[in-house]
């Protein structure tokens, strides 16, 4: 598949790593190539700089964010920070989103009053929908915004039962992400499929819960299973 990612952090470079391992042709936007180039050293949380990670993965190209979206991109990734997304699509010509499946990873977190985050947006809307609602022929499915990255495109490193929370409107798109989510190492009977896009409120809602179970056990290789009688 061509897959375009939007996104440098560590979920975009985990994404476009596993990716471009299984052999899709992968391809990473930014606000400014240059400038993210440079980013060589460890952030803070000493997540690699994608200035390192593309010399350490030449295979992947880096590109702007309007460059990252063509007539051949078969699957749109958006791993952007908060509600960028929003500002980033609407600068991309909509002839190249209409009709593109997107996985929207993103989860609208606000860390301007510090840890733990709380949300931007949330309760009787998502981000997902908000992302659906502005481009309305693109096929938003919500998938891996509840999972780490390491979990994301490593699910067997955890033992036991666990899922994956998907959702969106089109059954067609979810089978498509379902099959990326298989290959990436999922099972299909953890991935659980909520329903439509409103459906993202829950998954996103799941955040502040995400974070105090992380300050607690103090590694992001967890997640939750679903047991029922
Ligand atoms: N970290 C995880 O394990 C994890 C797990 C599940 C979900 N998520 C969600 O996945 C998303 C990505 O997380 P992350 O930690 O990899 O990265 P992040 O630090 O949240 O976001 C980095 C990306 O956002 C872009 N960005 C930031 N501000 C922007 C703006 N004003 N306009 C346009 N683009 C902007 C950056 O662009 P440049 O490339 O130009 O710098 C960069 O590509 C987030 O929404 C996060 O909540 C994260």
């Given at each position: 598949m061509n897959i375009a990612i939007l996104g440098t952090g560590s979920v975009g470079q985990a994404l476009a790593g596993k990716l471009m391992s299984l052999g899709n042709d992968v391809t990473v936007g930014t606000r400014d190539v240059e400038v993210s180039l440079t980013r060589v050293e460890p952030d803070r949380m000493g997540n690699m700089g994608i200035g390192q990670f593309m010399v350490d993965n030449p295979g992947v190209k880096l590109v702007t964010f309007n460059d990252a979206?063509?007539?051949?991109?078969?699957l749109i990734i958006?791993?952007?920070?908060?509600?960028s997304i929003l500002e980033v699509l609407g600068a991309i010509d909509p002839n190249l989103i209409d009709s593109k499946v997107m996985i929207d990873v993103a989860n609208p977190l606000d860390f301007s009053n510090g840890f733990p985050p709380s949300l931007?947006?949330?309760?009787?809307?998502?981000l997902g929908e908000q992302v659906q609602t502005q481009f309305p022929t693109l096929k938003v499915v919500k998938a891996l915004?509840?999972?780490?990255n390491p979990v994301m495109i490593n699910?067997?490193?955890?033992?036991?039962n666990h899922n994956l929370f998907i959702c969106g409107n089109d059954m067609d798109a979810k089978n498509i992400v379902g099959g990326v989510l298989i290959s990436m190492?999922?099972?299909?009977?953890?991935?659980?499929?909520?329903?439509?896009?409103?459906n993202a409120r829950g998954t996103e809602m799941f955040l502040p819960l995400w974070v105090r179970i992380f300050g607690k056990?103090?590694?992001?290789m967890f997640n939750i299973g679903i047991v029922t009688e």
């Open positions: 979206i063509n007539s051949d991109t078969d958006n791993a952007l920070g908060g509600e931007t947006i949330c309760n009787t809307t998502s915004n509840t999972v780490s699910p067997t490193a955890l033992s036991g190492g999922w099972n299909s009977s953890q991935i659980i499929d909520l329903g439509d896009i409103t056990v103090q590694t992001p």
